[in-house]
């Protein structure tokens, strides 16, 4: 039996991926650097499905069919590199190296040229879902050339989610378009985990609602407009008692967010390109004060904080938080669908917005009802990137906008951070303000550096002397 495909890298998301093709009905060549796992794998996995494992490159390369087609499920960074480079003596012009990791779209498409010098074919995949998604049917983001996503698609396409808007796969665009749209996915859900977990605050702190009671009215909204794989983990998680001290495990976790680069890697690429997105670059920070648990220990104990005696209307405070974390994850998407539409201009990558927000409905991380309404907007008019400029978005947006407010403010005078739910606001009130203050930036600016300005009164490039020295 020859393998149909190739998968290198059996770690948990390389082992369900190759067991997911194979229930597909496809053979599927496995190779992993240290044989140990290869051979658990094997034992612990895999039932009737057609496994072929390897134990050496060679043996690999000619267990599959040609021209071959290869998946790296290895981490990302020189771990890929190193794993093409060891393949490269055995492949045959026309072959193709898929990397599903969360690579760097600047590593994919430096991959891409040089593979090419080389006549094999490279896709750039984002694969998002996790563990579950990876067996069960992920969200696939392939990029690279037509004719490599050709060789794979019906595989693809198989081992893909599934929504009533068709498979959650589909070619999204040239070069490295496909890492580039799954970074900014990443982008999004941290902003989207953080929206929840400032909620979550407010709640807990200035609500005084305990776990159980967090986690019913997280169901009850993931039963509404806010229904998504976020909200939903997090009620479940809002429910899960440790065993050993038969309380929330939530509740002793400790409260330091990791974070593997792909949210930082979108904010980068945000400033580089000059795109506002405010609320996933905050999501990120608000990833990184966090780590700083000792300092924010010992700095509470020194900047004691009085709780305001201020009266509170609970049913209203919920369904403002509710609005409020609807208002911030549209923002959420707006910024990132507006950061891949400039992307994909200035890399030519040729990626059509409605079609992301489609396979972005089923089996990934951000997966949420609320896409649906989105693709609505982009799909009236493909040019809204930020989808801010709809008659829909105006409602929507109007219809939440005090309850924002009203919570950061609440959050505001209990003193708790709310990084995420403000800058979404402000990233709202800043991009449909006619006026905003940049006028003293650029005469400033001016003033210490001749950088000139531009006047709103008559056409030209100005400098003044604003003091004599
Ligand atoms: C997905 C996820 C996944 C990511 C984790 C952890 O779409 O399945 O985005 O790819 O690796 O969410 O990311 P952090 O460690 O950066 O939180």
Same mark, same amino acid.
């Given at each position: 039996? %020859?393998?149909?495909?190739?998968?290198?890298?059996?770690?948990?998301?390389?082992?369900?991926?190759?067991?997911?093709?194979?229930?597909?009905?496809?053979?599927?060549?496995?190779?992993?650097?240290?044989? #140990?796992?290869?051979?658990?794998?094997?034992?612990?996995?895999?039932?009737?499905?057609?496994?072929?494992?390897?134990?050496?490159? %060679?043996?690999?390369?000619?267990?599959?069919? %040609?021209?071959?087609?290869?998946?790296?499920?290895?981490?990302?960074?020189?771990?890929?590199?190193?794993?093409?480079?060891?393949?490269?003596?055995?492949?045959?012009?026309?072959?193709?190296?898929?990397? !599903?990791?969360?690579?760097?779209?600047?590593?994919?498409?430096?991959?891409?040229?040089?593979?090419?010098?080389?006549?094999?074919?490279?896709?750039?995949?984002?694969?998002?879902?996790?563990?579950?998604?990876?067996?069960?049917?992920?969200? $696939?983001?392939?990029?690279?050339?037509?004719?490599?996503?050709?060789?794979?698609?019906?595989?693809?396409?198989?081992?893909?989610?599934?929504?009533?808007?068709?498979?959650?796969?589909?070619?999204?665009?040239?070069?490295?378009?496909?890492?580039?749209?799954?970074?900014?996915?990443?982008?999004?859900?941290?902003?989207?985990?953080?929206?929840?977990?400032?909620?979550?605050?407010?709640?807990?702190?200035?609500?005084?609602?305990?776990?159980?009671?967090?986690?019913?009215?997280?169901?009850?909204?993931?039963?509404?407009?806010?229904?998504?794989? $976020?909200?939903?983990?997090?009620?479940?998680?809002?429910?899960?008692?440790?065993?050993?001290?038969?309380?929330?495990?939530?509740?002793?976790?400790?409260?330091?967010?990791?974070?593997?680069?792909? !949210?930082?890697?979108?904010?980068?690429?945000?400033?580089?390109?000059?795109?506002?997105?405010?609320?996933?670059?905050?999501?990120?920070?608000?990833?990184?004060?966090?780590?700083?648990?000792?300092?924010?220990?010992?700095?509470? #104990? %020194?900047?004691?904080?009085?709780?305001?005696?201020?009266?509170?209307? #609970?049913?209203?405070?919920?369904?403002?938080?509710?609005?409020?974390?609807?208002?911030?994850?549209?923002?959420?998407?707006?910024?990132?669908?507006?950061?891949?539409?400039?992307?994909?201009?200035?890399?030519?990558?040729?990626?059509?917005?409605?079609?992301?927000?489609?396979?972005?409905? !089923?089996?990934?991380?951000?997966?949420?009802?609320? $896409?649906?309404?989105?693709?609505?907007?982009?799909?009236?008019?493909?040019?809204?990137?930020?989808?801010?400029?709809?008659?829909?978005?105006?409602?929507?947006?109007?219809?939440?906008?005090?309850?924002?407010?009203?919570?950061?403010?609440?959050?505001?005078?209990?003193? $708790?951070?709310?990084?995420?739910?403000?800058?979404?606001?402000?990233?709202?009130?800043?991009?449909?303000?006619?006026?905003?203050?940049?006028?003293?930036?650029?005469?400033?600016?001016?003033?210490?550096?001749?950088?000139?300005?531009?006047?709103?009164?008559?056409?030209?490039?100005?400098?003044?002397?604003?003091?004599?020295?």
């Amino acid at each position: 039996m %020859k393998g149909d495909i190739g998968l290198v890298g059996l770690a948990v998301m390389g082992q369900n991926l190759a067991l997911n093709i194979a229930r597909k009905g496809y053979s599927v060549s496995v190779y992993n650097r240290t044989p #140990k796992r290869t051979e658990e794998f094997l034992k612990e996995k895999v039932r009737d499905e057609k496994i072929i494992p390897c134990y050496d490159l %060679k043996s690999f390369i000619d267990s599959l069919e %040609k021209p071959r087609r290869i998946i790296l499920m290895v981490k990302a960074g020189n771990p890929v590199d190193e794993m093409i480079n060891d393949l490269l003596p055995y492949l045959d012009p026309g072959d193709l190296i898929i990397d !599903g990791g969360n690579s760097h779209y600047q590593d994919t498409s430096r991959r891409i040229k040089e593979l090419k010098e080389k006549k094999i074919l490279y896709l750039g995949m984002g694969v998002s879902g996790g563990e579950f998604g990876a067996l069960y049917g992920p969200s $696939l983001m392939p990029g690279g050339s037509e004719d490599a996503y050709k060789m794979v698609e019906e595989i693809l396409l198989k081992i893909s989610a599934k929504t009533e808007d068709g498979p959650c796969c589909t070619f999204v665009g040239r070069d490295s378009a496909g890492h580039f749209v799954k970074m900014v996915h990443n982008g999004i859900e941290y902003a989207y985990m953080q929206a929840i977990a400032e909620v979550y605050d407010i709640m807990r702190k200035i609500l005084n609602m305990d776990s159980k009671e967090i986690g019913d009215i997280f169901e009850n909204w993931n039963n509404g407009e806010l229904n998504s794989f $976020l909200m939903e983990i997090s009620y479940k998680i809002m429910r899960y008692i440790d065993e050993e001290k038969g309380v929330p495990l939530v509740e002793l976790i400790l409260d330091k967010a990791e974070q593997k680069g792909t !949210g930082k890697w979108t904010a980068q690429s945000a400033l580089d390109l000059g795109v506002p997105t405010p609320s996933l670059n905050l999501a990120v920070e608000a990833r990184t004060l966090s780590y700083f648990k000792d300092l924010r220990r010992d700095l509470s #104990k %020194k900047y004691e904080r009085r709780v305001p005696n201020i009266p509170l209307e #609970k049913e209203k405070i919920l369904k403002d938080l509710e609005n409020s974390l609807l208002f911030s994850i549209f923002m959420a998407f707006s910024q990132g669908l507006w950061l891949i539409s400039s992307a994909s201009k200035a890399l030519d990558y040729g990626i059509n917005l409605s079609e992301v927000l489609r396979i972005w409905k !089923g089996g990934c991380i951000i997966r949420a009802k609320i $896409l649906n309404f989105l693709r609505e907007i982009i799909n009236k008019n493909p040019e809204n990137v930020n989808l801010l400029n709809d008659e829909k978005s105006l409602s929507f947006i109007n219809d939440k906008l005090d309850s924002i407010k009203n919570i950061t403010k609440i959050a505001r005078d209990f003193n $708790l951070p709310t990084l995420v739910l403000n800058s979404s606001l402000d990233y709202f009130l800043s991009i449909t303000e006619e006026d905003l203050p940049a006028n003293l930036i650029q005469a400033q600016r001016d003033f210490f550096g001749a950088h000139t300005f531009e006047r709103k009164d008559k056409e030209g490039i100005f400098h003044v002397q604003w003091e004599k020295f």
